[in-house]
C-alpha cells in the first residue's frame, strides 16, 4: 500500500506539472500575440502619421490655392483662423470672409496636425501664427484652466495696429 501512494502522489504532482506548463506557456502565446498586435498597431499608427505630414504640404498649396483665386491680392488677409470646431475661416480686409472645407476638399485633418498646418500656411503667406486659447474651463479649484481650440494666423498690419492700440491705452492709463 504503501508503494500503490507514492504512485499515486508522484502521479497527482506530474498532472499538476503539466497543468503549470500547460498554463505557463498559454500566458506566454498570449502574451507574444499581444506584443504583436501592439507592434502592428504602433507600425501602422506611424505609416499614418507619415502620410498624413506628407499630405499637409499639399493641403497648404490647396489651401493658398483657394484662396488665390477668391481674392486678388494675398495683402488683403487680415487673419486666417484653423479652429478644431469650425476648420478653416479667412477674414479679409474688405470685410468679406472666405471658408475652407476640408472634407469637401477631400482631406481629413487631425488635431495633432493643426499646428503644423498652421506653420506651413503662415510660412507660405507671410503671416504670424497665434494659439487661440478657450478660457471658459474651469478646474476642480474654480481657476481658470485654458484649453487650445485652433491657431490664428494674422497678418503684421493687424499686429502692429494692435501693438499701437495696446501702447496708446497705457499711455492714457500712465496720464
Not at 504512485?7 to 498532472?15: D, P, T, V, W
Request: proline share 1%; glycine share 4%.
Amino acid at each position: 500500500m504503501d508503494n500503490s501512494f507514492a504512485y499515486a502522489f508522484n502521479l497527482a504532482a506530474g498532472i499538476c506539472l503539466v497543468f503549470i506548463f500547460y498554463k505557463i506557456i498559454k500566458g506566454i502565446i498570449i502574451l507574444f500575440k499581444g506584443i504583436t498586435r501592439d507592434v502592428k498597431y504602433t507600425a501602422e499608427k506611424v505609416k499614418d502619421n507619415r502620410e498624413r505630414k506628407a499630405n499637409l504640404p499639399l493641403l497648404a498649396d490647396d489651401i493658398v490655392r483657394s484662396i488665390k483665386s477668391q481674392c486678388q491680392d494675398i495683402n488683403q488677409i487680415e487673419r486666417i483662423v484653423l479652429s478644431h470646431y469650425s476648420g478653416l475661416n479667412i477674414y479679409l480686409t474688405d470685410k468679406r470672409n472666405l471658408e475652407y472645407s476640408f472634407e469637401k476638399h477631400g482631406y481629413s485633418v487631425s488635431l495633432t496636425s493643426y499646428s503644423d498646418l498652421a506653420d506651413l500656411l503662415a510660412q507660405r503667406l507671410f503671416l504670424t501664427k497665434q494659439p487661440i486659447l478657450n478660457d471658459t474651463a474651469y478646474d476642480a479649484y474654480g481657476r481658470t484652466s485654458y484649453t487650445l481650440e485652433g491657431y490664428s494666423l494674422i497678418s503684421d498690419r493687424i499686429l502692429e495696429k494692435q501693438r499701437r492700440e495696446r501702447e496708446r491705452k497705457e499711455s492714457l492709463k500712465r496720464c
